[in-house]
């Protein structure tokens, strides 16, 4: 059974960078696409950034592509999330989870794949 830890969260300055970790343990990761996503106070929880199996194809939401990259080391079971120019708009819970094939088909997108497979999160919150 696939469980995640997410950490790396943190209270930022608008215009700064948080790095995000997601560490896999009982299943090896390189079996699942891999994501990303948030959950705002009042708001559903939305994808921000997802990865194939082998790093080939990854895909953002316009509201973060050019300041978020999404990232996987297979062989540290550990997925990451880099995060630039962090705006108060992206304070929330970041999760990381299994993601949908979708995100290989056309139109991408990046939603969670069935399944309760939800860490803790980790909170990150942008304000000056």
Do not use: H
């Not at 705006?87 to 989870?97: F, H, L, Q």
Request: glycine residues 10%.
């Amino acid at each position: 059974q696939l469980q995640v830890v997410e950490s790396g969260g943190g209270l930022v300055q608008p215009g700064g960078s948080l790095r995000l970790s997601c560490a896999v343990s009982g299943t090896t990761l390189n079996k699942y696409i891999m994501g990303w996503f948030r959950q705002a106070p009042g708001k559903e929880r939305e994808g921000v950034a997802c990865i194939s199996s082998n790093s080939a194809v990854t895909y953002y939401p316009d509201s973060v592509k050019g300041r978020f990259t999404i990232s996987r080391d297979n062989t540290k079971n550990t997925a990451y999330l880099q995060m630039n120019n962090l705006k108060p708009e992206d304070t929330a819970i970041y999760y990381c989870a299994p993601a949908s094939p979708r995100i290989l088909t056309t139109p991408r997108l990046c939603v969670p794949a069935p399944g309760d497979l939800w860490g803790q999160g980790t909170q990150v919150t942008v304000s000056s």
